[in-house]
Each structure stands twice: as C-alpha cells, then as structure tokens.
Nanobody
Framework: QVQLVESGGGLVQAGGSLRLSCAAS????????MGWYRQAPGKQRELVAA???????NYGDSVKGRFTISRDKAKNTVLLQMNSLKPEDTAVYYC?????????WGQGTQVTVSS
C-alpha cells in the first residue's frame, strides 16, 4: 500500500503563486509516475502534471508555461510549483502515484484563486 499526503493548498489572488507538495509513504519501492490531477465543481477531473521515475514530465495544456512539476525520489515527494495563477485554476488538487499498474490517490487539497 502507498499513502499520499498533500499540503500547500490555500487561497491566493490571481497572478500569485502556490506550491503543492505530496509525500508518499508505505510501500514506495518501485513507484513509477507521480503527479497531480484537479477537479473543479461541475467539471471532470483533469490532468495537471505528471512526472515519471526517470524524470520525464507531462502537463495539461491549460497549465503549460505556468506550472512546474518536480520530484525528489529520495524523499518520495513530488512538488507542483504554480505561478501566474488564474481564477480558473480553482479546484481540488489530487496527488496520484502509480506502482506496478495500480493507482493511488491522496485526499486532495483545495486551491482557490480569487480575481
């Protein structure tokens, strides 16, 4: 089993920045891809960013150029630096991890961007 705990959400004004952190614990050996999805009220969950164990990254189109994902494999932590935030970035952000073909999810952290 893998447990994921997110932190760093909150309220920020448009144009501001936030950094989300996700720490994995438990059976973290062989963790593959880690990253973030988000879900806004009334919308489907969408990919924000992902990073493989080899360091390859993938971003959702709406956050490219504004968000940066990074990973500390030694600490089993993934970070999401969010800059130039917009009101449409308001959502619950969920950390995920993939291990041996199985997905694990965190509880989510709220990010609210005021205009």
């Amino acid at each position: 089993q893998v447990q994921l705990v997110e932190s760093g959400g909150g309220l920020v004004q448009a144009g501001g920045s936030l950094r989300l952190s996700c720490a994995a614990s438990g059976s973290t050996f062989s963790l593959n891809t880690m990253g973030w999805y988000r879900q806004a009220p009334g919308k489907q969950r969408e990919l924000v960013a992902a990073i493989t164990s080899g360091g390859s990254t993938n971003y959702g189109d709406s956050v490219k150029g504004r968000f940066t994902i990074s990973r500390d494999k030694a600490k089993n932590t993934v970070l999401l630096q969010m800059n130039s935030l917009k009101p449409e970035d308001t959502a619950v952000y969920y950390c995920f991890a993939v291990k041996l073909g199985r997905d694990y999810w965190g509880q989510g952290t709220q990010v609210t961007v005021s205009s």
